[in-house]
């Protein structure tokens, strides 16, 4: 069974950065396309970045372009967040689907992590 765990969240002041991670177990990881979506109190779950199993070029949501960058290796997957802003404070998710395209859409990733909070403070 696929497992994801976040880690890395936590309180942080306008400008600052911080790096998410997220623990893949449960499958190969290089078989998986990976996202990151986030979900601000009172919003909907929104798209953050997504990496294709095959590789090549990660999607971005506009609001992140230039300032989060998504990697990852054989167990894992990591968001490094810089000049962070209020508005991107919410919980992190990770997801996964095995196979499949980079898609922005929550519904197409069938495994998920608990979330991990991030609170930036101006």
């Known amino acids: 069974q696929v497992q994801l765990v976040e880690s890395g969240g936590g309180l942080v002041q306008a400008g600052d950065s911080l790096r998410l991670s997220c623990s893949v177990s449960g499958g190969t990881v290089s078989r998986m396309t990976l996202a990151w979506f986030r979900q601000a109190p009172g919003n909907d779950r929104e798209f953050v970045a997504a990496s294709n199993w095959r590789g090549g070029t990660t999607y971005y949501a506009d609001p992140v372009k230039g300032r989060f960058t998504m990697s990852r290796d054989n167990t894992a997957t990591y968001l490094e967040m810089r000049s962070l802003k209020p508005e991107d404070t919410a919980i992190y998710y990770c997801?996964?689907?095995?196979?499949?395209?980079?898609?922005?859409?929550?519904?197409?990733?069938?495994?998920w992590g608990q979330g991990t909070q991030v609170t930036v403070s101006s």
């Open positions: 997801a996964a689907r095995f196979l499949g395209v980079n898609s922005g859409s929550s519904s197409d990733y069938p495994y």
